[in-house]
């Protein structure tokens, strides 16, 4: 049968590629064509062989020319998978083909690449045959048999295909291929001896061998070990890095030290580091688990969590079934369809599609992932090592998230390594309780890794310290400049048996090490040059599918060339080859050395490709394409894009979502100001910054973003997002940065924008209502605010929503205060039992109204004690900020109120209270509900002096911008720490802050029943005993009138100790 290739007049001299007639150079790898024979000379190269298992049958079921038609195309694939690993494709034997591996080219690990060549070679094979069967009802099935040893190689004869390889390595391959079993690749244990480490190879087994006096051992070669293995990657010695390395191990084997960060900059050896760590840990019987940040991913949320929890639970390559299934089994969850399980398979990307959304609060989804986490941590009985590296492409969410996780490693036989650079400042980065910064290696051990790279030839002596010096120490200097001298034929040989053999005047590093490197990337083959460029769009890893999208027909050969350059890596192989750059670097020179229109058009083309290609996924995968649309220049549907993502955010991760929302605004103030549809685009995000404040803690940036809104909405008549973004306003100035006299204005405003709405759901008028009656109630003008919540009441709602439990809660709580307790209380009822129904944090956001009333006094909630500790519960397991700290401050204001024995847990949830709203700017308004008892506790411990100074400036913050309702509360405490400490003045002073509140009380009894109090106080102060008795006694009468339960029994005390 003739060669499948049958217009090839001879192979490549350097490569072994077959050359079209009459061509000058190598179409593979560039190099020119000389007319000469190539004189034999030894070898060790790792021979292959492969057959058609049955090919007499073949053809006996076939015609000829179906025969031919398939062997043409099984050939022609198996020949592309030879060359794909630089193979040299020697002959074809009718039913069979021969292939040499490091030849004509030395390759320095030739046995695993034809160890890799033969199984991809059977996959190639089992894709055919299945096609076959089916059309034809035949069994294609291949032998593959490889053997390492020397030859002596060179052109024996002439014609095509003269170049080839004798000795007994090449007839023993043969063996091999002879004993193999149909579908298996099987190696002599001269070839499985190099590939043992990269290889997953079967047991000894023992073949007959024709010719040989006893069976020949062998193994089956079963599948490369993808994480343990990179192709065309062969690191010289780690070298200067024995005190980090042992810092590492000392982390592992302490209970202390269990976040570590590896610290340096781009080239010093992070990777290295840790991947010896790694493999050291791996050898001590630890497990090693390896997860790295993409550069091209970090708008996406999420995507460097999911790599890790897929490397956590090993499921990457297992079908979406199979892993949900492991991942429940391995995490301990109540089955795959639990919530929990939910939650965790949506943040690896292994969702069942046909799963109803989850319904959890703002960030509640993130906080529960990380107790799942949690638990699935604490539950791994085996030592484990972590690895993250390059965190500093990490997204947002993803830092957060991992970072919390780490909470769960201490107690347990764990380390978690992340690696960084010096400018990532992260959550990750904040949760590291070891640094181990790497620094430039010093003058002697760059040169020792100079000279271990170029060998012991006297001729580069000199020239290894020369190589260290120009380097500055760094390790990935060292090794581009040595490889830039060989490939500019200043050295020659391989690594580690380099000579000098041209001038090496220029070298150093130009200006930068992207010079060095964009004159490697300049010296390729222009098709490699174009591949590589192709996947500089891509981003920093990428694989063959996303190559199609931008190159033209086939990418392996080019492939194998840049990763025998070492300009990349090949990290898998099977199913799908996936591809990384060899650093950073590398891919960052080769993008900007495109022209603009060329990066255009490929972003583009990208991005309609992912939008294409995954359709369930769209929504996931929003921000990627955002990403590559705005670096494509078209900034108008990167901002559609990065809204859609933000609204698929939005219910998961309101973090996330606002970081999606910000880039939708940065790209479209980037538009002209006549695009269409711009002013849409740039209101949308604006309004949608501003109207989530409340729950994510004051953004300084949005008071000019509230700005700009206006004059927006001025050009479009459309009142709604500036009336959604007022609310917004309105509840953020009050709840988290007390600045009321900014909102009342806003209110005002936002009253007669709504006056003026046509059409608005009822849903989205409740929203603005909610606002509304908050502002007049902070400010105590409780008519006004009854008026506003019986408004929004009487609203139809296709179903209940928080807004209508606050409409309850506040009209119940302005009832009370105005004197009609029971109507009130009926009214904070009613709103309890709607936020039972509802997520965590929405069900903490109503019952803090309780907490509210129960701090005060004026209303005694035992009742709600367990609930509340149920809440908290609930809104920790689900991680939401807002929900927690409502929770605590709410629980531990009932329990002060109520249970004297659990003082302690009431005051420590109230100090974590103000501890979360310090750090978070967020819900300060609760600070006049937490900070009167924390005084009253601080003073019981001898810390008055500190209690009456936190006290004042919160009464102070009152007066002035905070909320006019919550002045009591800090003020009757004050009061009373100053009257118990009697310093001059003192007195005074609290007959001050009495008569502040005497100008602006509201003039209802229960607002003013603190003041009874503090008078009677007052009165036992200035010795006026008889005062002293008519004050208490009112103050008693108006507690049993109001009926104010909390305060009752101190007020009957003080009333009896007056009589007395």
């Known amino acids: 049968m003739a060669s499948p290739v049958s217009d090839s007049t001879a192979c490549c001299g350097s490569c072994g590629n077959d050359l079209r007639a009459k061509s000058r150079f190598c179409d593979l790898c560039g190099a020119p064509v000389h007319n000469r024979r190539i004189d034999g000379e030894h070898k060790q190269v790792t021979v292959l062989f492969a057959d058609v298992v049955g090919s007499m049958k073949l053809a006996a079921e076939l015609d000829a020319e179906r025969l031919r038609e398939i062997m043409d195309d099984l050939f022609n694939r198996c020949a592309a998978v030879v ?60 032998r593959v048999g490889l053997n390492t040893g020397d030859v002596i190689v060179g052109e024996i004869g002439s014609g095509p295909r003269s170049y080839t390889a004798v000795g007994h390595a090449v007839g023993m391959a043969q063996r091999m291929e002879s004993a193999a079993h149909a579908g298996t690749v099987l190696c002599s244990l001269s070839t499985a001896a190099l590939v043992g480490r990269s290889v997953r190879l079967g047991r000894i087994v023992h073949v007959d061998v024709k010719g040989a006096e006893r069976p020949v051992p062998g193994r089956r070669a079963l599948a490369v070990e993808p994480e343990r293995m990179v192709i065309g990657r062969n690191e010289g010695l780690l070298l200067g890095r024995a005190a980090e390395l042992a810092e590492l191990h000392r982390a592992l084997d302490s209970r202390s030290s269990r976040v570590v960060a590896v610290i340096g900059a781009p080239g010093v050896g992070k990777s290295r580091l840790v991947d010896e760590f790694g493999t050291q840990a791996a050898h001590r019987g630890v497990d090693v688990v390896v997860a790295r940040c993409d550069a091209h991913a970090t708008p996406v949320a999420f995507r460097a969590l999911s790599r890790f929890l897929r490397a956590m639970f090993a499921v990457e390559g297992l079908s979406g079934e199979v892993a949900r299934h492991r991942v429940a089994a391995a995490a301990h969850l109540e089955g795959v369809g639990s919530t929990d399980a939910q939650i965790l398979f949506e943040a690896m990307g292994v969702a069942d599609p046909s799963s109803p959304p989850l319904q959890v609060g703002v960030d509640g989804w993130r906080h529960r992932l990380v107790e799942i986490v949690t638990q699935a941590l604490r539950a791994r009985l085996r030592p484990t090592v972590f690895i993250l590296e390059d965190a500093h492409w990490a997204d947002p969410a993803s830092d957060a998230v991992l970072a919390e996780c780490t909470a769960a490693l201490p107690g ?48 580069t002596t000199a020239l290894a310290a020369r190589v260290a010096r120009v380097a500055g120490g760094n390790p990935f200097f060292v090794e581009e400049i040595i490889r830039d ?34 004159a490697r990337i300049d010296r390729l083959p222009a098709d490699a040059k174009s591949v590589l460029n192709a996947a500089a769009v891509i981003g920093s890893r990428f694989d063959a599918d996303a190559l199609a999208t931008l190159v033209t027909g086939p990418v392996a050969t080019q492939l194998a060339e840049l990763v025998a350059t070492e300009l990349i890596d090949q990290t898998e192989f099977v199913p799908r080859q996936r591809y990384c750059f060899r650093h950073t670097l590398v891919r960052t020179v080769a993008y900007d050395s495109q022209l603009s229109a060329t990066r255009v058009q490929a972003h583009r083309r990208l991005a309609a490709a992912i939008e294409s290609r995954d359709p369930a996924a769209v929504d996931e995968n929003a921000a990627l394409i955002a990403s590559h649309l705005e670096s494509a220049g078209v900034f108008a549907e ?57 729950f994510t803690g004051t953004d300084a940036e949005n008071d000019d973003r509230f700005t700009e809104l206006r004059e927006l909405v001025l050009h479009t008549g459309d009142l709604r997002p500036l009336a959604l973004a007022m609310a917004g306003r309105v509840m953020a100035f009050i709840v988290n940065s007390s600045r009321v006299p900014e909102a009342m204005p806003i209110a005002a405003e936002l009253t007669e924008v709504v006056d003026h709405l046509v059409d608005e759901p009822a849903s989205e008028l409740e929203i603005l ?63 309890t039992e709607l936020a039972r129904e509802m997520p965590p944090v929405l069900f903490s956001a109503v019952l803090l109204y309780w907490g509210i009333l129960a701090a005060t006094g004026l209303h005694v909630a035992d009742d709600l004690v367990d609930e509340m500790s149920d809440a908290l519960e609930r809104a920790e397991s689900f991680g939401d900020r807002f929900g927690i700290i409502a929770a605590q401050w709410t629980l531990g204001t009932l329990l002060l109120s109520t249970d004297p024995s659990r003082r302690g847990e009431a005051v420590g949830l109230l100090d974590r209270a103000r501890t979360g709203i310090l750090t978070h700017k967020i819900q300060g308004f609760a600070m006049a509900v937490i900070e009167p008892g924390l005084a009253l506790e601080w003073a019981r411990q001898g810390r008055r002096e500190e209690a009456i100074e936190m006290l004042r400036g919160r ?33 005074q002073e609290a007959d001050d802050l009495l008569d502040f509140w005497a100008a602006h009380t509201p003039g209802t009894a229960p607002m003013d029943l603190w003041t009874l109090r503090v008078r009677a106080l007052l009165a036992a102060a200035h010795g006026l005993p008889q005062d002293h008795r008519t004050l208490a006694d009112s103050y008693l009468a108006a507690c049993e009138a109001i009926p104010a339960g909390g305060r009752l029994g101190e007020a009957r005390r003080m009333a009896a100790a007056a009589s007395g």
């Open 485 to 518: 001298l060989a490939g500019r034929g200043v050295l020659a040989g391989g690594r580690g048996h380099y000579r000098l053999v041209g001038d090496p005047a220029d070298i150093g590093v130009p200006a930068t090490v992207h010079a060095v490197l964009a």
């Open 83 to 142: 060359q794909r690993y630089q193979g040299t494709l020697d002959k074809f034997t009718g039913d069979g083909l021969m292939a040499l591996f490091g030849a004509p080219m030395a390759l320095e690990d030739h046995a695993l690449r034809a160890c890799i060549a033969g199984l991809e070679i059977q996959s190639v094979a089992r894709q055919m045959a299945g096609d076959l069967h089916r059309r034809d009802g035949v069994v294609l099935q291949l």
């Open 638 to 694: 990167a901002c559609r894009w990065h809204l859609r993502a933000a609204d698929w955010l939005r219910p998961r991760d309101l973090l996330a979502a606002r970081a999606q929302w910000e880039s939708a605004l940065r790209v479209a103030d980037q538009l002209p100001d006549d695009q269409e549809g711009v002013l849409a685009l740039r209101i949308a995000p604006r309004a949608m910054l501003i109207s989530t404040e409340l």
């Open 955 to 987: 009464v102070a913050l009152h007066r002035r911008d905070a909320a006019l309702f919550h002045y009591p509360g800090p003020a009757e405490a004050l009061c009373e720490l100053l009257i118990a400490r009697g310093r001059p003045g003192d007195l």
């Open 412 to 459: 347990t036989a764990a380390v978690f390594v992340t690696t960084y650079r010096p400018e990532f400042h992260g959550n990750l980065h904040r949760a590291a309780d070891l640094a181990v910064a790497l620094q430039p290696l010093d003058d002697a051990t760059a040169t020792d890794l100079a000279r271990n790279l170029l060998g012991r030839d006297m001729s």
């Open 769 to 831: 209502l909610t606002a509304m009656a908050f502002a007049r109630w902070a400010n105590c003008e409780f008519d006004a605010t009854l008026e506003i919540t019986a408004r929004s009441l009487a609203l139809r709602l296709d179903r209940p929503s928080v807004d209508r439990a606050v409409a309850h809660a506040i009209g119940g709580l302005t009832e009370v205060f105005r004197g009609h307790h029971r109507q009130g209380i009926e009214m904070l009822c009613r709103a």
